[in-house]
């Protein structure tokens, strides 16, 4: 009877545990839920498992989700190998609403550092927010509305309106767009002047002149003109510029961070 008894707990119990085996542990393709949505994670290479991760909290393209980001090799490729964890956020119905200042992504957004934080040891005063085309307007208006938080924005090919007004800002910025982007397209300004797309932030951040740095590449088709403005009183900003398409330039986010981590700059 007793043995009778065991075996009748054993198979009762067997298949709300699972069989034994215990689920997955969310990385990479396999998302972390977060109420009715998810993420999705991707911790850097040879990590020791306590040095607290610098972030890098990275928004989609349209019709994208994390899973792409996370295999990414321009975007998961750089983090990777510089001690970065990524983070990397699914848009609901593969978009995001960044439109106006009182969308549910950035409140989505926040909760998704304040997960990782339970799951991670991460560096506050290194937490970087990044995006392409959708995404990047979406980092933008993220920056918008909690940049206080935020170390540094990585921008990709799209804004926000440059007439926006915005209650906060990140300490530092860096966008990169294209002369001939037709999808996000570049916000030339007034006589052509190039140093529209970050106007926004020129005003916010309480910027003068900008220094124009000349030309720099990372590889042969990677050809970029900078501008620098450092007198910011709530920070720095650069602006790189290319006379290509709409694409994330290989290199370019790892350059980034190599250039905010104080690392030797190297590709990828």
């Known amino acids: 009877?007793?043995?009778?008894?065991?075996?009748?707990?054993?198979?009762?119990?067997?298949?709300?545990?699972?069989?034994?085996v215990p689920p997955e542990r969310c990385h990479a393709e396999i998302p972390c839920p977060l109420g009715e949505r998810?993420?999705?994670?991707?911790?850097?290479?040879?990590?020791d498992g306590v040095t607290p991760l610098p972030v890098l909290l990275h928004f989609h393209g349209w019709q994208r989700q994390g899973t792409l980001i996370v295999k990414h090799a321009r975007i998961s490729g750089a983090t990777r190998r510089r001690g970065v964890l990524l983070l990397a956020p699914n848009?609901?119905?593969?978009?995001?609403?960044?439109?106006?200042?009182?969308?549910?992504?950035?409140?989505?957004?926040?909760?998704?550092?304040?997960?990782?934080?339970?799951?991670y040891p991460i560096d506050r005063d290194r937490i970087y927010v990044s995006g392409y085309s959708y995404g990047s307007a979406m980092a933008w208006r993220f920056a918008c509305?909690?940049?206080?938080?935020?170390?540094?924005?990585?921008a990709v090919s799209g804004t926000l309106d440059q007439t926006e007004d915005c209650p906060e800002a990140p300490r530092e910025v860096r966008h990169v767009h294209?002369?001939?982007?037709?999808?996000?397209?570049?916000?030339?300004?007034?006589?052509?002047?190039?140093?529209?797309?970050?106007?926004?932030?020129r005003r916010e951040m309480g910027c003068g002149a900008g220094e124009a740095q000349g030309a720099w590449r990372i590889t042969e088709h990677d050809f970029f003109r900078r501008t620098v403005w450092e007198g910011c009183a709530g920070?720095?900003?650069?602006?790189?510029?290319?006379?290509?398409?709409?694409?994330?330039?290989?290199?370019?986010?790892?350059?980034?961070?190599?250039?905010?981590?104080?690392?030797p700059p190297s590709y990828p």
């Open 145 to 154: 509305q909690r940049g206080a938080g935020v170390a540094a924005l990585l």
């Open 235 to 263: 920070g720095r900003m650069v602006l790189d510029v290319h006379a290509r398409g709409h694409f994330i330039p290989r290199g370019w986010i790892a350059r980034q961070l190599d250039e905010l981590l104080g690392r």
């Open 91 to 119: 848009g609901a119905r593969r978009t995001w609403n960044f439109w106006t200042a009182g969308t549910e992504d950035v409140t989505f957004a926040a909760a998704v550092l304040e997960d990782a934080a339970k799951r």
């Open 38 to 47: 998810s993420y999705h994670v991707k911790e850097p290479d040879n990590w």
């Open 178 to 201: 294209g002369t001939s982007d037709t999808v996000m397209d570049f916000p030339f300004g007034p006589g052509g002047d190039r140093t529209r797309p970050v106007a926004l932030w």
């Open 1 to 20: 009877m007793r043995l009778a008894f065991l075996l009748a707990l054993l198979l009762c119990a067997g298949p709300a545990a699972g069989n034994g």
